[in-house]
């Protein structure tokens, strides 16, 4: 079965602090991982995915397949980072069924 | 990217009756949509994945009787509460998958 984790529910940072969302995953094939992000008031969108390997509003996210990660990290954070998060992962056989994880809400002060 | 339309985006219904939610695939077709319930600040809880044309699969603990799913075309799934209680308000959101998950705006749904 796959599996998705976020282990923080609520990450608080200030404004120009580094900032790292975690996310493990298991999973028995070859998954593609994405983030999503829903801000205040605006529907779930794709942040990022693994394989376009590209940095999206300054985050970027490393498939670790040894430590079964896909952490989402961003060096200096701003206030309109503030949003809740989502892993997610979808098996890469084509069906592309979606396992989210339970989400991280992060705040950004100023 | 595809577009995803949800619809309505807020709905308040007395206790008892039934309330229908549209999804609906705007420049792409969806074979498969999937429904999900929203808690605040929390994760997506999927619901039931619907099957264009065939029954929908439902999560466990999710009742089949009470939400009620249709994907009668490749562009349109709905999802009917039926004899809504106050503990069925919650945000309610579908979404279609093409090579990533494409998102509703979702539905504010309220019983009093």
């Known amino acids: 079965a796959q599996r998705v984790t976020q282990p923080e529910k609520l990450l608080s940072v200030f404004k120009g602090a580094p900032v790292e969302l975690k996310c493990n995953y298991s999973y028995s094939g070859s998954p593609e991982l994405f983030w999503y992000v829903q801000y205040s008031r605006q529907r779930l969108q794709l942040l990022l995915r693994h394989i376009s390997r590209e940095s999206i509003k300054g985050f970027t996210a490393d498939l670790n397949k040894g430590e079964t990660s896909f952490h989402l990290k961003k060096p200096f954070a701003q206030e309109e980072d503030s949003a809740m998060y989502y892993c997610?992962?979808?098996?890469?056989?084509?069906?592309?069924?979606?396992?989210f994880g339970r989400g991280t809400s992060l705040i950004v002060h100023p | 990217g595809a577009v995803v339309s949800q619809h309505p985006s807020r709905v308040i219904c007395k206790s008892g009756t039934s309330v229908k939610i549209e999804c609906r695939s705007l420049d792409f077709q969806a074979t498969t949509m999937f429904w999900y319930r929203q808690f605040p600040k929390q994760s997506l809880m999927l619901m039931a994945t619907s099957n264009e044309g065939s029954k929908a699969t439902y999560e466990q603990g999710v009742e089949k009787d009470k939400f009620l799913i249709n994907h009668a075309s490749l562009t349109l799934s709905t999802l009917t509460v039926t004899s809504a209680h106050p503990e069925d308000s919650s945000f309610y959101i579908c979404s279609g998958v093409v090579t990533e998950a494409f998102f509703g705006q979702g539905t504010r749904l309220t019983v009093v």
């Open positions: 997610a992962l979808s098996n890469s056989g084509g069906s592309y069924i979606p396992t």
